[in-house]
């Protein structure tokens, strides 16, 4: 079935530090993939998102490449900044879900000290 | 633009009783979805429409679950007899016409059943 794994948190980083957060995934056909953010007492919102192999997704100093041959979509920015703390989830949705319904990883904590 | 709204926020509610939970999607988005997120995992899918129609509900948890969406707008969820296991965020998505892999979350309604 449809899956999504990523690194285990919390991450801790002090501000200016490079960020990695880890996402693989197993699917069928070919999914596309998201990476969510939850900020403190907030909801989910989208941070950047892929469609085809190769593709980039950027947005907020964040990148993530859809690696179909290592079947990743790994989370990368250059400087983390106090306000990146929050949840951060990797999703994806396969063209044979109901829906394109969204199968989420666990999410993993990132807190940034200045 | 107004985003994704839930009501309730917040519920309290005892142990067999019944709950419902209101969700208003963005205008004119004709996809609405229900997720159910426990604490420390990603969002897990329940059911969703395309306008009033109910095209997925077998990940509905149990029969105790039902979700309706009668005119094609807002959309509420019912627990019945709720346990404690139920006790978890409820969050609602929405996403338009020709872009259905691009969910918009609410804030959500976190239900606590004592």
């Known amino acids: 079935g449809n899956s999504v794994t990523q690194m285990e948190g919390p991450v801790t980083l002090s501000e200016e530090a490079f960020l990695t957060i880890n996402c693989t995934y197993t699917a069928t056909g070919y999914p596309s993939l998201f990476w969510y953010v939850q900020y403190p007492g907030e909801g989910l919102q989208l941070l950047l998102k892929a469609t085809k192999a190769d593709d980039k997704g950027s947005n907020k100093g964040f990148e993530a490449t859809y690696r179909k041959e290592t079947t990743s979509f790994h989370l990368e920015k250059g400087s983390v900044q106090v306000s990146d703390s929050a949840v951060y989830f990797c999703?994806?949705?396969?063209?044979?879900?109901?829906?394109?319904?969204?199968?989420f990883g666990k999410g993993t904590t990132l807190s940034v000290s200045s | 633009d107004t985003g994704v709204s839930q009501n309730p926020r917040h519920k309290i509610t005892k142990r067999g009783q019944n709950v419902t939970f209101r969700c208003d999607p963005i205008?004119?988005?004709?996809?609405l979805y229900w997720y159910r997120q426990t604490l420390g995992q990603g969002p897990e899918f329940l059911t969703y429409f395309q306008n009033e129609a109910q095209l997925e509900k077998s990940r509905l948890l149990s029969d105790r679950f039902s979700a309706e969406r009668p005119k094609g707008s807002f959309s509420t969820l019912e627990i019945q007899r709720t346990e404690q296991g139920d006790s978890a965020m409820y969050l609602c998505?929405?996403?338009?016409?020709?872009?259905?892999?691009?969910?918009?979350f609410g804030p959500g309604t976190r239900l606590t059943v004592l």
């Open positions: 205008s004119e988005h004709n996809r």
């Open positions: 998505a929405s996403s338009p016409t020709g872009a259905s892999d691009t969910q918009y």
């Open positions: 999703a994806l949705s396969a063209p044979n879900q109901a829906g394109t319904a969204l199968i």
